[in-house]
């Protein structure tokens, strides 16, 4: 998506966001960007070249002292301005995602929603900053810990969730102290700029929330400048760990999230319709570009042939459709070759041996990046359907004959973010709690997506790094650690003492 566009008339630019103002791009590249439901170019975003970073952490950098300085009950009222204002203008956000990402309105507001709730928690920031205290840890000494920003920070964001994800970071960051420079993906950016519009009206200080847009250069830009101290991304396992690897070596802080697989199993004795419904909102809701959502659905003995007849069922009820239109459950996909690629995997399936038992390309709208809803079912762990994340519509079935080996298909998997059981047992599904591999575990919950004063993230190729997103951990993420030992003793006391100090 970098190539250099003749945008025609119709065309809107999309420029950066850098110190308070919109900022042209200069680097002569731009790249399209779509209505996903009709195929048409909507855009031609600037794509930054390095110059152009550095100009925006610069920014950053000049914005980070008056605004680490601010007293927390001020930033406090900032933020719960922010909230105020995000929330009277969630359908106008919600536009922007449904008009570039393609998501059904109703679906685009529920992220807009899910990402509030991350501002309300940063509402609370004088308490979240809250250090410890010790009084008299040595004779008439105190001993207290605080924690400071870490200075200019950044997020890296996907395609996926346009507001949420931006949201999950530049709130924590900013209401901690921090300056932020946020490189958006560039296939839907004009949520980014829309926020940094709505943050200049909130009060929020020129510089201290900056956006570049761009590809690979603004990533590389980012990760290399010296005066950028930490980096989230979320996106592709490949691009996390190449943003972890690259971004610590050069002594960033990182937290990188990745790529899914997440299995939903099914035991014989859950509710055969409770599970359908489940496996069918989960795979197919904004058209599985989730990550959160069930690719995998796995069904434990006797229960996989009503599923699947239930599962089969509902798919031709749900209606597929441009965004914007009230009655559309699922919207379209992002591009058009990555519709293509997704639609792949239905061959892929019926080569390797998986029954084709909807195929999404018959009854799809022709107009835009279309696929509906697809199931394949018996898909087994060697198949390409099965390994890898397609990101789309294309739900899979593995039958298995026992628990245990449902539990060992989710745990060797490389990937670790979300699972879902779904039974009526409360001691298998604790079980299940006590040994499953991934960081985010539902029980009769098939999106199991943390709310906001817990933390998000997976395990093993899921997440690159030791912090996960939002909470008290995306608050530890950007502040770092200060104890401070004092004491006020009567001068007349004092005198040389070369031993090592002693707290008794
Ligand atoms: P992506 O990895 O292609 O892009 C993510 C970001 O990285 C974008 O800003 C993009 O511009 C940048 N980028 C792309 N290629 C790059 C390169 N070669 N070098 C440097 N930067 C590069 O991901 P995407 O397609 O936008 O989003 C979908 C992916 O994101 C899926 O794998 C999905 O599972 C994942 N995702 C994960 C989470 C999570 O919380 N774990 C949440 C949402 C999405």
Redesign the pocket.
């Known amino acids: 998506m970098t190539d250099i566009v003749d945008a025609p008339a119709a065309v809107k630019p999309i420029n950066h966001w850098i110190a308070g103002g919109r900022y042209a791009g200069e680097s002569g590249r731009t790249g399209p960007v779509y209505n996903p439901a009709t195929g048409e170019q909507s855009g031609a975003v600037d794509l930054a070249s390095t110059e152009e970073v550095g100009r925006a952490v610069q920014a950053a950098k000049d914005a980070f002292p008056a605004w680490r300085a601010l007293s927390l009950a001020r930033r406090a009222e900032l933020f719960f301005a922010i909230r105020e204002l995000f929330h009277a203008k969630r359908e106008e956000i919600a536009r922007h995602l449904t008009a570039e990402h393609g998501k059904v309105l109703s679906d685009a507001m529920g992220e807009v929603t899910r990402g509030l709730e991350v501002i309300e928690f940063c509402c609370g920031i004088p308490h979240l900053l809250k250090g410890g205290m010790t009084e008299q840890a040595s004779t008439g000494i105190d001993v207290y810990s605080i924690r400071q920003p870490l200075g200019v920070v950044a997020g ?6 346009p507001a949420m ?1 931006p949201m999950w970071m530049w709130a924590p960051a900013l209401a901690s102290g921090n300056t932020f420079v946020l ?5 839907d950016p004009s949520a980014s700029v829309f926020t940094a519009e709505l943050l200049k009206q909130a009060g929020i200080p020129d510089g201290v929330f900056n956006v570049v847009h ?3 250069v ?3 830009a980012l990760l290399d400048h010296p005066d950028v101290a930490a980096i989230s ?8 760990r ?2 972890y690897e690259t971004a610590t070596a050069k002594g960033k802080r990182c937290q990188a ?4 697989k997440n299995h939903m199993i099914v035991l014989p004795d859950a509710d055969i319709d409770m599970a359908a419904d489940a496996a069918v909102s989960a795979a197919y809701g904004s058209a599985g ?4 959502a069930v690719s995998l659905v796995v069904a434990v003995g006797e229960v996989a042939d009503p599923l699947v007849a239930a599962i089969k069922e509902r798919i031709p009820k749900v209606k597929v459709g441009d965004g914007m239109d009230a009655s559309s459950e699922m919207g379209p996909l ?1 591009t058009r070759e990555h519709r293509d690629k997704v639609a792949s995997y239905i061959d892929a399936g019926a080569t390797e041996g998986a029954t084709v038992v909807t195929d999404g390309r018959e009854g799809a709208p022709t107009d835009g990046f279309f696929l509906a809803p697809s199931l394949l079912d018996n898909v087994t762990p060697e198949m390409s359907t099965y390994t890898d ?1 397609i ?1 789309g519509p294309v739900l899979g079935v593995t039958r298995v004959a026992t628990y245990d080996e449902a539990v060992q298909l989710v745990n060797e998997n490389p990937y670790g ?1 979300g699972t879902a059981i779904f039974t009526r047992d409360g001691g298998v599904a604790r079980q299940f709690q006590f040994e499953v591999q991934a960081g985010m575990v539902g029980i009769n919950v098939p999106v199991p997506v943390p709310v906001a004063y817990y933390s ?3 395990w093993k190729a ?2 690159f790094g030791d912090r996960h ?1 939002y909470g008290p951990e995306g608050i530890d993420f950007y502040t770092r650690s200060k104890v401070v030992t004092a004491r006020w003793p009567d001068p007349a006391t004092s005198k040389v003492d070369l031993g090592f100090p002693q707290t008794r």
Request: proline share 7%; aromatic share 14%.
């Open positions: 890296i964001t996907p395609f996926n969730f994800v490189k958006p993906s560039e296939k761009g590809d690979k603004a990533v590389d991304f979320v996106g592709s396992t490949p691009i996390a190449y943003v999230l990745g790529g899914a570009e989730r990550c959160m992002i994340e990101f973010n998000f993230g997976g899921s997440l997103i």
